[in-house]
């Protein structure tokens, strides 16, 4: 170890950031200027889940100060059991069905899928039954007494240098954005030693989320954490957050909008989904069976609620709390049990979750903003081009998704945006996915335009959604305008949809349970 220790520092991290965490905490042994570096890398993320020995590690951390004193952020992923209890039968039956689909898609694309494992025995089954059970009784107590809430107001104000906070489901996040090399290795790598939760690959892909309700788990784990950080004062930096329940905005209930301004005043990053429109869990939903009239129904009651809250400006004031924005992502997802296929999609059907004037002040300036991203809601063409312009000095990226303007034409916005960036010497990246809904203001024609998923590799995108970057991002006469009647989305219904605002907007004042 005699050469390891005359390394340059940097080398040396970069020697140990290509270890597993378990291999860089065992040099941590080594001796003390090994350690020092070793511990900088291994305690920087905390990551955890709701499970006794992850508090019970999260705690140890917390309590070694040479230890907590490299933590920056604290990464609770959702990491939970269904709600209801399964029978040893409903148990058995999941896993048969997991066996079932590996070896059909096996069988179907051998070249893409790793071999199955042999089927496990009925022994084996029940006793990773009793190892469910086990684990399902130890949530229901951290659940049901609070305990999440209790380990976070006690352990926070341990990390002097806590930054950053990441509450997020463990089997959606992108793990090439953080220091890991998917889900289930951080959470295997960080648990200290119970190997009994390691089911194996079948059991935990059918056991490793909250199969119920994964926004509420969500929601609960950020709430857990503000708490802390409310409780020891932290001043965050950064924020970023899986699929919420819309309820946050509720200020009746606990969430970001009830911490003190001196908190959020530093914070850099925000990253933030909510869902507007949660899933159907109903039998005709799973089948995909659903019928068009009553996905509808079921959405409207959901988007009555959510533009509801968006309306009480429990979002927009909270930004207002957070001058320093240099990374805003405000995402309103929609759920609702649908086939995943762009002619199923809710944009035409029904308004957009919220106003973009009830998400963010658009009269609002953030000098150091440098990217933003902006999903499911409806403005109209000066409100959106004015917000944008007031920050071209600083924006660098700009993504876009399901944008509808409820009284204007994208066929002039582009044009105008062109102009406004074309000369924008800090703009590396314009781009705009999912649906784009306008109306042409002479003919009353309603626009719609499909272009593409923004989870998608650029490559493989909408071939309209490429050809609307290249023309916002190239030279003058360099890209023919992209937008045509011709290429509208087909199965668009060209009608008004100031109906449907209406209807929605009288449901909304019906809505007694926000008021």
Known sequence: MGALDRLPVEMLCAILDELTLSDVRNLRLVNRAIGEVASSIA?????????????????????????????????YLVH????????????????????????????????????????????????????????????????SNDHDFALMEEVVSKFPNLRSILVEDDSYFDS??????????VVRSMVASDDNFDFGDDLTDAYSGVQDDRAAATTRNLRAVLKGVEKAGIQLQSIHTGALQIEILDKKQFGLHSMPPRLLENLTTLNLMLLAV???????????????????????????????????????????KMPNLVDLSIELLEMAGRPSKPSWQMPWDLPSPAFLKDVILVD????????????????????????????KASLETLKLDNIRLTSTSWRSLLPDMKAQFRHSRCIREMVFMGFVLGVEQDTGLVESWYLGNADEAPKNRCPIGRAVIRYLMSDDGEESFPLHIGNMFPDYPHRPFKEDIGDLDEDEDKDDDIE
């Open 364 to 391: 609002r300036f953030w000098p150091k903003l440098k990217r933003l991203v902006i999903k499911n809601v409806e403005t109209d063409h000066p409100e959106l081009l004015a917000f944008l312009v007031r920050h």
């Open 278 to 320: 949660g899933e159907r869990t109903d039998v005709e939903a799973s089948s995909g069976m659903l019928e068009h009239a009553p996905m509808v129904a079921y959405a409207r009651s959901h988007l009555a609620r959510c533009r509801a809250l968006t309306r009480r400006a429990t979002l927009r004031q909270t930004l207002e």
């Open 80 to 143: 939970m059991f269904n709600h209801q209890r399964e029978t040893l039968a409903q148990f058995a039956q999941v896993i048969r069905q997991y066996e079932d689909v590996h070896a059909r898609r096996y069988k179907l694309r051998p070249d893409l899928f790793a071999t199955p494992k042999p089927k496990k025995t009925d022994a084996e089954i029940q006793d990773y039954y009793r190892r469910y059970v086990r684990l399902y009784e130890e949530q229901e107590e951290i659940l």
């Open 43 to 75: 305690f920087k993320d905390v990551w955890f889940i709701l499970r006794k020995n992850d508090f019970d590690m999260v705690r140890a951390i917390a309590n070694n100060p040479s230890c907590a004193a490299h933590t920056t952020r604290l990464a």
């Open 176 to 185: 090439t954005e953080f220091r890991a090399a998917g889900p289930r290795f």
